[in-house]
């Protein structure tokens, strides 16, 4: 059930984020090695897809999208490789990064983001080790929940989503209606 | 389950799972170092697993090539190219068919091992980008079980083959190519007699003379389905082809029976696999033996071969049952609701198109540059469920075909697609522009291929409404390069992605292609206009069409117009806006479509030395285009011999200038500029692009030698100017590359 490729979406309170706002941002990240922790590569700009995933940084370990899907914009972090650890760990780490990303775009001024902590959505995209089903939720649950507590300081309610053939998803109900950098003290 | 291998099990053909489980073994041998990088790279490419920009390990920030700190080292996938940077995965769907559940699991793949996004190319592959290598086994068992196979996707090998996504349904077809593309894919996979070309080859089917879906005059081999005396069979064409220099296929049979069809193809690729080029790859398409050998020997020598040939029974064996390929609609036929509401009346008008079944139609799904999202893909393998099947097949435009669909539900299927934001109207139109990926992803884009057509693709669809039918029925196509991925010379209007020098900095610039032809298979290619910057396209194609607009003469189609008036009159319309503004003015200039950062490569300064040297190279250059230009006007008017001559001389001022450059005294003679250029710049590969090596040299060598454009007929003459414009643009690139090493040894 050990799966590394993880996904953490905040959503924007914001209704007027303008994607391709972000392309000139994300290059910049790169240039001035904004985590520097992470090797980013390069900026996929996918705003001509409606409800697709926006702008892409592309990195080595990570990928950090302003996601538009279902029409609502949102940080997407999805990591791809190179971290080792327990469940709990790798959902901390995900959550973190993903918080890490928000409070970054919202220290951009020319951006005029903010990001919502009420809500956040969970992803485990390896349908091999995670398929989206009742024992992975099974397995997931008390890590996204102490995670969720951990971050957001207010007791979640976690809901399965997607059918079989989409990713292994949750919607986590934080309670929380503190900012970002909140969060990010908290844990 | 601990893998996919143990997870499918069965659902793994036996043999390509054995195929994968090598390509796993191989991958293993070279993270051990026990394989060389060439060995290699040649593996991986022939499973469609493909290198992508910047997987060199540098990449310019805007001020400068950075290293990219992978962590796997000094570990390559291939030469210069690193072990751990993203590349892309080719898929080759035949004839562009698939099936709902192939959908599903593309999708899925798309959202584990790349970034949500699925992307149709203009030969009906799907194309999954930043895939890490490692990935690559597994993807390849996924789709494996699902009856994909990436196998020869890339590297020097028979490509994907496509035909049209009309087959089986279509009025106009002469009968379903469908069995026969399919035939000659399972035939030709692995056999050993493809395994040794010297480049890839391409096959396209098309059913019929007139329509332009199956595109086969530019392609390796094309078949053209044809009935004579109630016998099937097909028209066969080769050596077609785009590339730096477009061919125009030649016929190679007027009739080639059904049962000879197989067999005709193993002897083409005997022929080419034992007399192709194999040392240089810039003249090693099969297009070059053809015109070498001359189509008449060339047909002598198949025909040789084809005697030679030990009989097979998978020749004829398809044949037994040519219904297996066949589609079943799994709705009844029904008219389309007469009360249907404005905005879907709107979007049939182009996506729509009655099938041969009465009470069928065939939906286009208009992709924005051939991109669609995991999520979008599996809504869409529910909508074939439920309404079409699995008749889904990918487009040479990089739309979605959806067959099948009974008139009745087609009200339905639009709400579906609206609802999916997937409902865009216009497909076929001048706001369904394609193109290849370009500066994106590409290690050899020059421009922003993609970031224009996004730019032309959002300004037009404002216009759709509004847009004239004539305007509204262009087609327009681009390429980041000269290697023309996007198909750019068949278009109405055709861009071409090219960098001048400006002010000693670079600025993105397009050429332009005017009348290329879509239909009747790609009858006819353009020849460039001329360079424009980047970021006037968009005021370019207001100039081009509001030209073709105010001066037609009745209902005068763009070709017949630009036949009349000549591309002359173009180059003086598009005069005004081909000088860029000096970057202190607008610097927006100097960055490409989509991406911020300053065009130019490395910190270029203008030196002092350089300074003084750079209006003498530049003069020069210009006198190049110039004589060019007058050379196309020659080929317009019907003077071949003059046009021809005219190239070859363009290419010696160029020449001239670079050798000059270089300080070497040469006087104005053809004999001695191309003596001091073989000398100066070919043999110290100083003029050699960085992908194309000295592909560009060999055409001002090539032709000196063999004195081509002397006594030339209009399609040699045809062939020179495309060279010769493609050796000036090489002479920019190279004069640009000598810039920027004076500068940089000035700055030390």
């Not at chain 2, 069965?10 to 394989?35: A, H, M, N, S, T």
């Not at chain 2, 030469?79 to 068919?97: C, L």
């Not at chain 2, 790859?281 to 033996?289: C, P, V, W």
Request: a negative charge; one cysteine or more.
């Amino acid at each position: 059930m050990h799966a590394t490729k993880l996904q953490v979406k905040l959503y924007a309170k914001t209704g007027q984020i303008e994607p391709d706002k972000l392309v000139p941002v994300f290059h910049e990240w790169i240039r001035t090695k904004k985590i520097p922790d992470e090797l980013l590569i390069d900026v996929a700009d996918y705003t001509h897809v409606p409800q697709g995933p926006g702008v892409v940084l592309i990195g080595h370990q990570s990928d950090y999208y302003l996601d538009v899907a279902d029409d609502r914009p949102g940080l997407l972090y999805s990591r791809k490789r190179g971290f080792e650890g327990d469940v709990q760990a790798g959902i901390d780490e995900a959550f973190r990064r993903a918080l890490n990303a928000c409070r970054l775009l919202e220290q951009e001024s020319r951006l005029g983001f903010e990001f919502a902590t009420d809500e956040v959505v969970f992803r485990v995209q390896d349908r091999l080790r995670a398929p989206n089903e009742d024992a992975t939720y099974d397995a997931y649950k008390p890590g996204l929940e102490r995670a969720a507590s951990a971050f957001f300081g207010a007791s979640p309610s976690l809901e399965r989503i997607g059918t079989a053939k989409e990713p292994f998803a949750v919607r986590i109900h934080t309670g929380s209606s503190g900012s970002v950098s909140d969060a990010l003290g908290r844990h | 389950m601990t893998s996919w291998k143990e997870q499918l099990g069965d659902r793994i053909p036996e043999q390509l799972g054995g195929e994968v489980d090598l390509f796993e073994g191989q991958i293993e041998l070279k993270k051990q170092g026990k394989l060389e990088d060439k060995i290699f790279a040649e593996t991986r490419l022939r499973r469609g697993v493909y290198g992508q920009r910047y997987d060199n390990g540098l990449r310019d920030d805007g001020t400068g090539q950075k290293p990219l700190a992978f962590p796997c080292g000094d570990l390559t996938k291939g030469p210069d190219t690193v072990w751990d940077a993203p590349g892309m995965m080719r898929i080759k769907i035949p004839f562009g068919k698939l099936t709902a559940e192939q959908l599903e699991v593309l999708s899925a793949l798309a959202e584990e091992t790349s970034d949500s996004i699925l992307h149709v190319t203009t030969r009906q592959d799907i194309q999954l980008h930043f895939v890490h290598i490692e990935d690559t086994p597994d993807m390849m068992r996924r789709l494996a079980a699902v009856g994909i196979t990436t196998r020869e996707a890339c590297g020097n090998s028979v490509r994907n083959v496509t035909a049209c996504e009309y087959a089986g349904v279509c009025r106009t077809q002469a009968f379903d190519v469908t069995p026969y593309a399919n035939a000659i894919t399972r035939f030709l996979l692995g056999h050993p007699d493809v395994q040794d070309f010297g480049r890839k080859f391409k096959i396209a089917f098309s059913g019929c003379e007139d329509n332009p879906c199956g595109l086969v005059t530019f392609h390796d081999l094309g078949a053209v389905a044809q009935v004579r005396d109630g016998k099937r069979g097909f028209r066969v064409v080769v050596g077609g082809g785009l590339g730096a220099v477009p061919v125009q296929a030649k016929v190679l049979s007027e009739f080639c029976p059904e049962e000879e069809l197989l067999p005709l193809a193993q002897a083409v690729s005997r022929v080419f696999a034992r007399l192709g080029e194999k040392q240089s790859r810039a003249r090693a398409r099969i297009k070059f033996l053809v015109q070498k050998l001359g189509i008449d020997e060339f047909k002598r020598l198949v025909a040789q071969e084809r005697e030679s040939l030990r009989p097979d029974a998978r020749w004829t064996a398809f044949l037994d049952d040519l219904h297996a390929t066949d589609e079943k609609p799994i709705r009844p036929a029904g008219a389309i609701p007469g009360d249907a509401s404005a905005d879907f009346q709107a979007w049939a008008k182009h996506n729509l198109r009655p099938q041969a079944q009465e009470g069928y139609y065939v939906a286009i799904v208009k992709l924005p540059l051939g991109d669609f999202t995991s999520t979008q893909g599996r809504a869409l393998a529910d909508l074939a469920r439920e309404l079409t099947g699995d008749s889904i097949r990918c487009t040479v435009e990089q739309n979605l075909a959806f067959r099948w669909l009974s008139g009745a539900d087609a009200v339905t299927f639009y709400q579906r697609l609206s609802a999916l934001n997937m409902a865009a109207a216009g497909a076929g139109t001048i706001t369904d522009m394609t193109s290849c990926p370009g500066t994106d992803t590409c290690k050899l884009g020059i421009s922003s291929s993609r970031g224009l057509t996004a730019e032309l693709r959002k300004r037009l669809s404002v216009l759709e409404s509004e847009l004239h039918p004539a305007v509204e029925a262009l087609r327009m196509k681009a390429s980041g390069c000269f290697n023309s991925c996007g198909q750019h010379h068949a278009a109405d209007i055709g861009f071409t992605g090219v960098s001048r020098q400006v002010g000693g900095r670079k600025v993105p610039h397009f050429n332009i292609v005017l009348g290329g032809q879509w239909t009747e298979n790609a009858k006819s290619y353009g020849l460039v206009v001329g360079a424009v910057p980047s970021k006037n396209i968009p005021k370019a194609v207001e100039l081009i069409t509001q030209h073709y607009l105010a001066h037609r003469e009745g209902e005068e189609s763009f070709q017949a117009f630009i036949a009349r008036v000549g591309k002359k009159e173009f180059r003086k319309v598009l005069e005004p806006i081909q000088k860029p503004p000096a970057y202190e003015q607008d610097p927006s200039y100097y960055s490409d479509w989509g991406d911020p950062r300053e065009y130019t490569i490395g910190d270029i300064g203008v030196g002092e030395c350089a300074g003084e040297i750079v209006p003498f190279v530049e003069f020069g250059l210009q006198e190049a285009e110039q004589q060019l230009h007058e050379a196309q006007d020659a080929l317009e008017a019907g003077h071949a011999a003059t046009a021809a001559a005219g190239g070859f001389n363009a290419m010696v001022t160029a020449a001239k200038a670079l050798v000059r450059h270089l300080e070497v005294q040469v006087n104005d003679d053809a004999e001695d500029v191309v003596a001091n250029f073989k000398t100066h710049l070919d043999d110290t590969e100083i003029f050699h692009d960085p992908f194309a090596k000295g592909k560009f040299a060999t055409y001002l060598l090539t032709m000196h030698q063999e004195e081509s454009y002397k006594h030339a007929d209009a399609e040699t003459a045809h062939r020179t100017l495309d060279e010769a414009q493609l050796f000036i643009e090489a002479a920019h690139a190279c004069y640009q590359r000598l810039t920027q090493a004076a500068a940089a040894a000035a700055a030390e």
